[in-house]
Nanobody, 115 residues
Framework: VQLVESGGGLAQPGGSLRLSCATS????????MSWYRQAPGKERELVAT????????VYADSVKGRFTISRDNAKNTVYLQMNSLKPEDTAVYYC?????????WGQGTQVTVSS
């Protein structure tokens, strides 16, 4: 199982970024996928998730209306569209796959929101 995040970088407040998480090694379309983030000195927190492989989405209150999680089963990829970015969105963002065999994480991608 491999998960590889990309798309992070530096954005200005109010700007946008789209994160991607390319996966391999499992049947992507059969499982829920999630995005988490961890800011310096803070615990890792859930940002957005699919509740199941074909379920609805759930968002942290802090990102509702600004972030959108989506998936492309043909590309085995999950995305996180981040709009109206704020400095408090600065963190390392991770994708996670919840499989029958356990949970698998990517290596993370840094997002920095600063003017």
């Amino acid at each position: 199982v491999q998960l590889v995040e990309s798309g992070g970088g530096l954005a200005q407040p109010g700007g946008s970024l789209r994160l991607s998480c390319a996966t391999s090694g499992f049947t992507f379309s059969s499982y829920a996928m999630s995005w988490y983030r961890q800011a310096p000195g803070k615990e890792r927190e859930l940002v957005a998730t699919f509740t199941s492989a074909i379920g609805s989405t759930v968002y942290a209150d802090s990102v509702k209306g600004r972030f959108t999680i989506s998936r492309d089963n043909a590309k085995n990829t999950v995305y996180l569209q981040m709009n109206s970015l704020k400095p408090e969105d600065t963190a390392v963002y991770y994708c996670k796959a919840r499989l029958w065999t356990g949970e698998y994480w990517g290596q993370g991608t840094q997002v920095t929101v600063s003017s």
